[in-house]
């Protein structure tokens, strides 16, 4: 069972000081005057703000009203990516796409210079944001900038392929001497490190994105992903143990606090060029109007834009055709469980049974297949809100319990409950006992599943928050997690 919760965010914005700012501060004209939206904890201090307001003069209201309509600063501080998001897909705002530019244009960069020469790092970072223009309604709202970390990768990638395919060295510079071999080992260090980091699961990658490639404090990356700062800690501790642990799988040996060094290299060496943003600023500000691009954008960057999300486009359409596969593959199961239990449904005389006797039947089923979900089962496939997701999961269950391993780390366990045998799909319940994110303790998971001899498939979802799935497949933010799972060792289970 691995199951993962997704909400809403608050939004508030403070102006004036005791924030951290990325761009230019802004100061008032007179000191400690702030503004608070969302919740005022204080009534007085909201009647207080109030008459403040009443009382200042109108051309100073007026640099509030614009200050706020501006989302604080430049690159949209105090305002976090999602709500960003949702604002420019509403309205195509120019100022708000420009935010989230500046904002990720340092870890974007740093993705791209990593892997590329610097004039090309320059066409995979203006195509990166072109992607983000073309597909932002399908953009995860508390995974932005995760998101972008991906899609950068694939281009830069794309990039580097299409070079080699014409025989020239990927990363020849210009005008820079040769690296020494000390760079090169630096290089190629982050190169791995950027390479198991992209492998692991997006529960995890992110936090290390928000902290590590974009130096966010964890109170930061808490309210960006809007669970609590505890949760932060432990994900990001967990993940960097677990890109460690694969690092050392490929010869390299890294401590905690090294692996936070290297990463952290990153977000100091990328100084991504002022005129880059702005240029990039431009041409994405053009595509999102509508307007006319000739000659703004060159040939290579439309074409490499265009390659990307037709990838993009492929690779959904091959994660679309493995679930239609494993639904065919399910649907067809239950026809035949259907047809098995119509050929031993009771005549109509049988039909007047007493009740015991139906209930004590049903509580014989509930046992025996109890019975044969017991033992280790290991994750096959799994997608989550319409996303592949390889994860290394291997699930026990004893009892009427159950617990979850990622990577070989107790990751989830609790109990769960046969609910409806009789319906079909077959319904399920899971009670969530212990979790690595606090917030998911204590909650109750319902869900579909079938069993067909030794391959065992469910569709799981939050019951306080959405309807028991219908189907063993899921959509982008149905807030479904399904897994296809086949028996670890058949032979012990049994």
């Keep these: 069972m691995l199951w993962a919760t997704a909400s809403r965010f608050s939004i508030s914005w403070v102006v004036g000081g005791g924030r951290r700012s990325f761009g230019k501060s802004f100061r008032w004209a007179m000191p400690n005057w702030w503004i608070k939206t969302g919740r005022i904890e204080d009534n007085e201090e909201e009647a207080t703000m109030a008459v403040r307001l009443k009382t200042m003069p109108t051309g100073q209201i007026s640099v509030v009203i614009q200050h706020l309509r501006a989302d604080v600063r430049p690159d949209g501080d105090g305002v976090t990516d999602g709500e960003l998001l949702a604002r420019f897909v509403r309205s195509r705002d120019e100022d708000v796409l420009a935010a989230l530019v500046r904002r990720h244009a340092p870890m974007v960069w740093g993705v791209c210079r990593r892997l590329l020469d610097h004039h090309d790092a320059e066409d995979a970072f203006q195509a990166t944001f072109l992607v983000l223009v073309r597909k932002a309604a399908d953009v995860p709202r508390h995974a932005v900038a995760n998101w972008l970390y991906g899609v950068a990768r694939q281009t830069a990638g794309r990039v580097r392929a299409l070079a080699a395919k014409r025989g020239r060295r990927e990363t020849q510079v210009v005008i820079m001497p040769e690296p020494t071999v000390a760079e090169v080992r630096v290089s190629d260090l982050q190169s791995v490190v950027d390479k198991e980091l992209s492998r692991l699961p997006d529960h995890y990658r992110v936090v290390v994105v928000l902290c590590d490639l974009e130096g966010m404090t964890r109170r930061e990356a808490a309210r960006q992903l809007d669970i609590p700062e505890g949760s932060v800690a432990s994900r990001l501790a967990r993940a960097r143990a677990m890109l460690a642990k694969r690092l050392t799988q490929r010869g390299v040996t890294l401590s905690g606090g090294s692996l936070a060094a290297v990463l ?231």
């Design 264 to 494: 952290s290299q990153n977000v100091a060496s990328a100084g991504v060029p002022a005129l880059v943003v702005s240029n990039t600023i431009k041409v994405t500000s053009l595509t999102a109007a509508g307007r006319a691009t000739t000659g703004v954008i060159s040939v290579k960057v439309a074409a490499l834009t265009e390659g990307v999300l037709k990838a993009m486009f492929m690779s959904k359409l091959k994660a679309l055709a493995g679930v239609l596969m494993l639904a065919t593959c399910l649907i067809g199961v239950g026809v035949t469980v259907v047809l098995a239990k119509q050929d031993h449904a009771p005549t109509k005389a049988g039909s007047d049974a007493p009740d015991a006797k139906q209930a004590a039947a049903k509580e014989a089923a509930v046992k025996a297949m109890q019975e044969r979900l017991q033992g280790t089962w290991k994750l096959v496939a799994m997608h989550s809100n319409g996303t592949k997701s390889e994860l290394d999961i291997i699930n026990t269950i004893k009892g009427n319990t159950w617990e979850t391993k990622l990577d070989g780390k107790v990751f989830q366990s609790g109990t769960f409950k046969l609910v409806d045998l009789d319906a079909s799909p077959r319904q399920i319940e899971w009670v969530i006992t212990f979790a690595e994110a606090e917030e998911v303790k204590g909650k109750t998971i319902h869900g579909i599943f079938m069993l067909d001899g030794d391959s065992l498939c469910w569709n799981t979802c939050d019951a306080a928050k959405y309807p028991r799935p219908q189907a063993f497949f899921t959509e982008q933010d149905d807030g479904c997690c399904a897994g296809m799972f086949k028996r670890a060792d058949p032979k012990k289970d049994r």
